[in-house]
């Protein structure tokens, strides 16, 4: 019941701060970048660059406000093996569901392929 519970408020809390999941673009790469950055993440501009050239419809966004607060990368290897990666959240959206949004999407187009 309690799990219920969590996931209702994560639900409710994306609709009222209105955060927008989409995909990612190239344009997205400098606030991935200022995300990752914040973590010390290693990841290079290039780095985002092949993962979005090489799963355009596999990457996504989680937006507020305008403003990019998480993202997460897919990618499948050898057409049988997928990957998701580059999961992260701006510390101030944590907590509310973004990140599990985020990955819920990428399993979902996983799956999908």
């Given at each position: 019941?309690?799990?219920?519970?969590?996931?209702?408020?994560?639900?409710?809390?994306?609709?009222?701060?209105?955060?927008?999941?989409?995909?990612?673009?190239?344009?997205?790469?400098?606030?991935?970048?200022?995300?990752?950055?914040?973590?010390?993440?290693?990841?290079?501009?290039?780095?985002?660059?092949?993962?979005?050239?090489?799963?355009?419809?596999?990457?996504?966004?989680?937006?507020?406000?305008?403003?990019?607060?998480?993202?997460?990368?897919?990618?499948?290897?050898?057409?049988?093996?997928?990957w998701v990666g580059m999961v992260v959240v701006e510390p101030g959206h944590r907590g509310h569901g973004i990140g599990t949004a985020l990955l819920e999407r990428a399993v979902a187009h996983?799956?999908?392929?």
């Open positions: 019941m309690a799990a219920r519970g969590a996931a209702e408020a994560r639900s409710n809390y994306l609709a009222s701060t209105a955060v927008r999941l989409r995909n990612m673009g190239m344009r997205d790469i400098p606030d991935a970048m200022r995300l990752k950055d914040a973590e010390g993440w290693n990841q290079t501009p290039g780095d985002w660059q092949r993962l979005l050239a090489a799963s355009p419809q596999g990457c996504f966004a989680a937006e507020h406000g305008g403003r990019l607060v998480g993202t997460a990368t897919t990618i499948v290897y050898s057409g049988r093996v997928g996983l799956d999908s392929l």
